[in-house]
């Protein structure tokens, strides 16, 4: 399917129009159970990532890096993760996060600003989020080689913004993936903006899935507030990875609904307008308007999932705020696989100093 | 005027370049946005995007582009969102910022001044509280700047802006809004290579710089009552260090402690002993203490005080140095 | 003409056939003193490399990166430059200095370990030559931007080779170049190696112009043995450079013939046969069969070339050998714009211990 | 075996290549070509395009890959045809290599190697003489490490490989093929973090590591004559750095002097004197001299003698030292 859309004729993959309505043909066989916990995992999402909004407003939680309106891209792409598959993401992903089972808690821990909240569960295979722009995108190229190298079918998924192409890291991930035909899936969120700057100002090239060209590989762009669509394409081009066909890029066009992080404030660079606009492509919405088209959604079903979802938010706030803050030895432990005499002299020196409350 | 530090590097940037139009600015969001911490404020609308260019997400990027502008005549002003997002550049200021006088034998050179903000204590994200300033003062051809209040970061941004030679301007974040300060409305130059005694003592000399001076200057309280007298010397300039300066101070009062936030181990603060130990060793009373952040990575928020050095912490090693 | 070959079909830009024979139709408008300087300079060159090597083995020079076969290329971008451009070299130009003017003394003086050869003369806009790969597209590309914010009507050009493209500052600049419009030519010289991995390993791109595509403007290959095909490309990309019309990537396709630098030895990684071959498509035969089709080329008038480049040769070594080296004070002297204390006491120090011989 | 550091190295990479085929080597001409100095020579035959790489000419691309593939399990070995093109992955190497084990608490870590030529006196171009080690030392997280004979870079190789923290194993171009020694046929661990007395003495001691050990023999040497008996202590690990071992040699010779090629001001020089003005100032007999190159830009092979320090320059200083 991929290589039916070409980004260079202006192509690109939408299977829920506007309106929630499949396009004929392009229509996935998914079960209802699939359907409704990617919508699940959707409305936690955006549960969980106002939740972050609020706390963080009211001083119980650091600088956070808002998901709305990238619930799409984000659980659409985690959706076509498999067992044995790795994932290594970029800083703006609760959706994926949560697709892949990682506990909400340990997310809102390391975003309240500790450093145990970014220690992935044994079993999992996600990369600590990576803030330095691109360079986590080199490391599933890395991870890829690896694959081939121990023989291993899985595939490697990597996730950036649109402001991530300029950085030079993500040329060379690019390049070594298609010079070593890596298992790689790298989907790029194309939400029109790195903080202020406009997508038009980021490069000139009309699409970013025509980057891959440059690469020897596919890219196709896709419609970022289309899950189905996120989905279907990470989808072939997990199986393409994974049967040795190696790397696909993906664009997924789609739009910030809010703030960069909340440092920030975008009224100043962009108009309401826009954000208005998109509004009336909201993924969450329109998959919404899907799932009732085929049966799959009522007011009751909403209201467990809405309740639901509150409660699960509730019980990781509470459990990430009730966690210690970490022990100065941890500061200290992980700097080397063993403390070095240095280091240890520096931590009792630390131990005593803090003694007293005094540093 | 009274003003925060943002506001004297503001008003800095936008007096030098209404007086010379070879003045650019470039980095990620320094145009409407006005940057991340608003240093940039209006200089696009005065001064248009032409002039204050928003650059796409790429560091080495900005930097390679700024050398190409000074071969025209320009001299541009590249901002790095955060020290931690310097190290893409790092290739393009070691190999060619810093080097292109010498290769050229002086027929081409690079005066560019890259500013960024620098260092820890408010709790940032991981890479937003770097001081790895040791990095860039090895590097022969660079000067390295830090004020440590708003009147000295307009008169040394001036004079970075009007150095011949690339300057690495870097902004203490913890200070951007901290304190208020009257800042002349002129545009003077504070000298660089130049450091000052921002306090007299004649007890023990504190070497500081950018956020450390405050801190110093609380423990210089608090050991006041003490009656240890300190004397604080603020380099201001990095590299090339002015040593005499900081060995003058140490003759006069034979004790040492050298206060940065960077990690122990190779930095500044171990030139600044090596050289009092090179040029002062008989001045001595006590061994050159350093106090500094530990030799670990910079903790997240909740633990950012475990490593930020404090004034007990360095009132502690000025005890020490007393009664060594 | 740049528009009328597309690398995405595999087409090329190619003027002169192997037997030197101009296609009908692409023959540019050049008069005998121009076609005749072209190829002086082509075997002013070829006679000025021959000798680094001679004098690299008896120890006269350091170590040197052989122009052998880039003659086209290097003389053919060169030949595009009008005064008021800036030229942004990398390390293989030994015709692009030679065609700008560049002194060949100077030259050789650099080569044999003095930072004295590489002070281009006042009035030359010749950058030093950059070591660090894919560094110096970054400086044309930023003189560029210069060139547009000071109104200054003038092409930049910048020379890479074929492994520079896998840089992330080839990306970087080339992502800048679309994105501010630079007025920038940027040729890149496949010579289908780097050091020793061959271009099929450098990068799963079909072409190296192609990647153009990826930064929103042309991209053309040429034949890099073509002299005339490179210089219409350069010219062309230059004049729309200077009229506002942005950058291009010009892909020159050649070979090279020597080894990659003096300490190589391109014996134990790639065939004589492949270099035989090559030797078939050598550019400076083929543009002198060209002039002899023109009546521009005798064997008197070859002998006279021939031994003016040899005379210039022997100059320029003598020139270059009689220099003293550099003064002390020198190293010192331009480590910034006025020297430091600290920089004044170490001189004052080494010059002390060189006294008498001592270090 | 008698051989020299070249093959010394390739015999360790090939031993350990063999023994655990976790390891894969990448890096520009790694295979076919051997390397420019032919270090991997031969290992390409032996285990296979899929375990030593050519990989495209990007340094990032190199080091952030191989972070990728140590979360799959491998022990990848970087190669850097040069220190002078390390800085391209100078952000991959603070940023992850040296942060990836605390930021994820030890679920991930990036037990990798990376190898470079290393220094300047052997007449190269521009960037093929730095030795900026001091960038790498002052990183928490790295190991930096530096043979300085042929037994020792076998030995120090395979303890590098076989660490589970990152480490940059720096090889001194100079002794690539300087000397021959009889290397030990097994794969022998010498210990990381452990300096060593390469010549005992009771007057003065002087700190070196890789090429400029040899330049203080010849220095100790000389002096000998002069009835001034030198104790060399060569670093090996240049951090985490071995105090203990250069504090215990200057309390009992009361004087040191360090030596480095790398330009002074925050060279690790700085750091080792530190360190001594530090914790061993009441042994002191005069002060700690630093021998280095001097704060310009290594000059092209015509004018490399003046910067290189010599063993008359270090001999100099140890005069100054004894006679003080
Ligand atoms: C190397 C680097 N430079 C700068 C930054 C600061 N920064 C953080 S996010 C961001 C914008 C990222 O934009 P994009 O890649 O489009 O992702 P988005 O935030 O839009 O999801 C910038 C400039 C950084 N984190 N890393
Ligand atoms: C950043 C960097 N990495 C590595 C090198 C070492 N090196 C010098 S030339 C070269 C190959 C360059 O190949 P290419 O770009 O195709 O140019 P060519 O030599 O073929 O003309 C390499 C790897 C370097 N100079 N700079
Ligand atoms: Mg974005
Ligand atoms: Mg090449």
Known sequence: ?359 | MIMTMVQAINQALAQEMERDDRYVLLGEDVGRDGGVFRVTEGLVDRFGAERVIDTPLAESGAVGAAVGMCALGLRPIVEIQFMGFIYPAFNQIISHVARLRNRTRGRFAAPLVIRTPYGAGVRALEHHSESTEALFCQIPGLTVVVPSDPADAKGLLVAALRSDDPVLFLEPTRLYRAEKQDVPEAAVEAPLGRARVAREGKDVTVVAWGAMVPVARKAADTLAAEKVEVEIVDLRTLAPMDSEAVLASVRKTGRAVVLHEAPKTCGLGAEVAATIGERALLSLKAPVLRVTGQDIIVPLPKSEDVYYPSPERLARAVRRAMEF
């Open chain 1, 1 to 359: 399917m991929i290589e039916r859309f070409d980004p260079l004729k202006g192509e690109r993959l939408q299977i829920l129009d506007e309106s929630g309505r499949a396009r004929p043909g392009l229509e996935p066989a998914l079960g209802a159970a699939d359907l409704r916990r990617m919508y699940e995992r959707m409305v936690l999402t955006r549960v969980g990532d106002a939740k972050a909004l609020k706390l963080q407003r009211q001083g119980r939680m650091g600088t956070f890096a808002s998901s709305l309106g990238h619930e799409a891209c984000q659980v659409g792409t985690a959706s076509a993760v498999a067992a044995g598959d790795w994932f290594f993401p970029y800083f703006r992903e609760m959706g994926v996060y949560l697709t892949l089972g990682y506990p909400l808690a340990d997310y809102y821990h390391y975003w309240m600003g500790n450093e145990a909240g970014l220690r992935t569960p044994d079993g999992l295979n996600i990369f600590p989020l990576a803030i330095p722009v691109a360079s986590q995108v080199l490391h599933a190229v890395g991870a890829g080689m690896a694959a081939n190298i121990r023989k291993l079918r899985l595939a490697v998924f990597s996730t950036f913004g649109d402001g991530a192409t300029s950085e030079g890291d993500f040329h060379e991930a690019m390049n070594y993936a298609g010079v070593f035909r890596t298992p790689t899936v790298l989907v790029c969120y194309n939400n029109q903006f790195a903080i202020s700057v406009p997508r038009s100002r980021q490069t000139a090239s009309a699409t970013i899935a025509q980057k891959a060209l440059a690469y020897g590989f596919a890219g196709v762009q896709v419609d970022g507030n289309d899950v189905l669509a996120v989905r279907a394409a990470a989808t072939e081009a997990a199986e393409r990875a994974r049967a040795g066909g190696g790397p696909t890029l993906i664009e997924a066009y789609t739009y910030r609904m809010g703030d960069h992080t909340t440092s920030d404030d975008a009224a100043r660079y962009r108009s309401k307008d826009d954000v208005l606009d998109w509004e009336k492509r909201d993924p969450v919405a329109r998959f919404r308007l899907y799932l009732a088209s085929k049966g799959l959604w009522d007011e009751a079903w909403e209201k467990g999932v809405q309740e639901a979802a509150a409660d699960a938010v509730e019980k990781a706030v509470a459990a990430a705020e009730s966690r210690p803050p970490a022990a100065v030895e941890d500061l200290f432990a992980y700097t080397y696989a063993a403390m070095t005499p240095e280091l240890k002299d520096e931590l009792a020196e630390t131990e005593a100093g803090l003694k007293g409350g005094r540093r």
